[in-house]
């Protein structure tokens, strides 16, 4: 990427980052509502200084197809609040029993288990509430939330993203084969991200060939977005990624590289970052943000 | 109640229970899906034997307005999911620590706390997946389905069963006064059992008149549940219920009885039935079943 590339990216990146935070804190009942702790422990893992990736690719989605960005704000948020939710229950004791996260204690160190497993709850909850309602606001088409709602509640259910942590859960400390491993990322990971394209997509009036290239390009960055961070669970530097590196080797998980091998891994993301471009060749200029983050994938430190 | 009556009554519930659970088991994924474990724990939680109230008043409600059955099936198998996924939660060590539900062991005594909290999770992402998929299916409006999910999530979000959890659980051990012990069963109990009645009003197209009506009719059933709930939890028989009594007692957990004495509370739930009947007297005959449950909440034994 050249460097006007890449201040072009991290312009757009920081500006549709601050329109998701914002929005995030105007969604959100203030914290001071009662019960406090439950609202308290909601922010807190809600603006721990997540990075915004899925809300960004639904706005973006809308953005390549001329969509208007207020209207996709709505369950633009509500994939954040999905995404959030799916760590504070990840880390919990039960599962992945992390202390740590983006360099802060983990939700349940800070509130307790109880709470932790009630904030997480309460921020899934909330976020089919937010495009039911605040989607119906913006004057979207209800046929077309509905299909949101449908397909996201799919992307991070049982055949998504929570049949991908329980098969991560089950494979822990087991050897797990690259078919296992593909299937964990495919719906641990990938899944939110394609239905963050898609639920763009959607409200922005996409066709259905539109909604299969972005399909096609959220499985190829769903998936190289993993291999990446199993990357940098490696190769990182644990004070950029406020997160302790070599901590999936430690505890015997399963990664793409330790199962095909650190080079293999990245051919691969390479490979889908040209599968990624590929996919998007019937869009204009307006999807150059969605293109520059495919590549910049392939790049990031953090 | 006359015998007839109370006749009329257990045959109207079994036949809506029976459609119930015939419409959980077809809207459930089977359970030999992949990954199997965690289909299993949720219909192990799911059909333990409930008896589907949430989704029987959904019903009922839609009945007494001449709705159509199958055009609320979705949403009343909706809250019966997140009623069990809401059980699971609460079971969990880190809440109420419960090895017994219904006279069988809890989700996370079967299988693991990691799963249990996944189940959950995966029941409730569902429930909106349900109300949104299958509801377009049965040819609701799409603003009524959004209106639907809408008010689900909040009645089930932080402002309803979740807040009312969280309260519940920073309560327990403390000494909890009268208005403290409303808000959770409020929030807890009669929210989700107020909302399950909009719902099928909603769906069966109901004025806002009836909707009100509707309401109120579920605000004084709902508080009614839970009160009779405290009474049996002192007096009830262990065999008949399929779990402990006195549960409530041992733990220190503030119930109506404990607080205000058993005769008061026996007086608080008379009224809130006369409430409940006075609330329905805009509706015909259509609405006997729902004047037959409120009597019958009172003469409950399990």
Known sequence: MTETE??????????RK?????????YLPAAGSYPPVIFEASRYSLFAGGKRIRPIL??????????????????ACALEMIHTYSLIHDDLPAMDDDALRRGKPTNHMVYGEGIAVLAGDALLTDAFRLIADEGAV???????????????????????????QAVDLDSEG???????LQYIHRHKTAALITVSLRAGGILAGGTPRKLSALTAYGENIGLLFQIVDDILNVE????????????????????????VGMEPARRKAAELVVSALASLTSFDDRAEPLRLIARHMMERKT
Chains 1, 2 share one sequence.
């Not at 890449?6 to 500006?15: C, H, K, N, S």
């Not at 979207?140 to 397909?151: H, K, M």
């Open 58 to 75: 639904c706005i973006a989605a809308a953005e390549a197809l001329g969509g208007r960005i207020d209207a996709v704000l709505p369950a």
């Open 174 to 180: 087991k050897g797990v084969d690259y078919e296992t």
């Open 236 to 259: 990182g530097d644990a004070v950029l990624m406020g997160k302790e590196t070599g901590s999936d080797r430690k505890r015997g998980k399963a990664t793409y590289p330790s199962i």
């Open 18 to 26: 601050t329109m998701v935070d914002r929005a995030l804190d105007r």
């Open 138 to 164: 913006s004057g979207a088409d209800p046929g077309d939330l509905l299909s949101v709602i449908n397909e996201i509640a799919r992307a991070a259910g049982y055949f998504g993203m929570i049949g991908g």
């Open 6 to 15: 890449q201040e072009r990216l991290q312009g757009y990146l920081e500006d």
